[in-house]
């Protein structure tokens, strides 16, 4: 089950949410095609990423910043900028171009500081925007709990597309990685970056939050974007359909 699109589009162009979706997809293709081997993949990995274990003795601050653009691998990348495509032109259009980016970045580095204090003596690199879009997620939860998305789900050889709130499908995310996190699952993701960046992303959102009103901000658009909702009517199939003898 995994999010393919909202039904509010932007007010406005979403510039930096553009700009951040060219850059990581960008940086990605730059060093996973120009990188000779994985031995220089992975230095490269540990230059730019953030290793708990060297932040703690004071080295690669540099990191805390350059770790959210780089990506493990297509399926990595694919799913952060999904998730970021949907979600963040919403909360751009409320703070801001430069407000946006502050407060994508600051989520970020707050993600990897938790990551880096639930296991300072890690010494692998810490990568992936994850941290960053998490807060993202979070601010739009706090925003826009009623906002209608649709959702994929597929079960073996079942596909159908749902409407669901955004509440539902935040909370849900949200209630997996605390319980992936809570179970130490040992499976290379980083979930405290997760629930870091989702929490700080919540918190950061409020005084945005407080400045339209807070309470009455909901009353007003019904827990929603302010804007039109978009209609994704349902074509007809042209597949013939062949009745019951």
Known sequence: MFPIRDHNPSGRVPYVTYTLLAVNIAVFLFYWFSLPSDFALAKFYYTWGVVPAWLMQGEGYSGLITHM??????????????????????LEDQMGHVGYLLFYLAC??????????????????????SGAIAGVLGGYLVLFPRAKVDVLFIFVIFFR??????????????????????AATDDGVAYLAH??????????????????????????????????????PVTPSRIPRVPRR
């Open 161 to 182: 597309v749902f409407s669901i709130s955004a509440w539902i499908v935040l909370g849900i995310w949200f209630a997996v990685q605390s319980f992936n996190g809570y």
């Open 69 to 90: 653009f780089l990506h493990g691998g297509w399926m990595h990348l694919a799913g952060n900028m999904l998730f970021l495509w949907i979600f963040g032109d919403n």
């Open 108 to 129: 970020g580095v707050l993600a990897a500081l938790l990551q880096v204090a639930g296991d300072p003596s890690f010494d692998g690199p810490l990568i992936g925007a």
């Open 195 to 232: 629930i870091g960046g989702f929490i700080a992303g919540a918190v950061l959102v409020l005084p945005v939050l407080m400045r339209r009103g807070g309470a009455g901000f909901w009353a007003r658009n019904q827990g929603k974007p302010p804007h039109p909702a978009a209609e994704y």
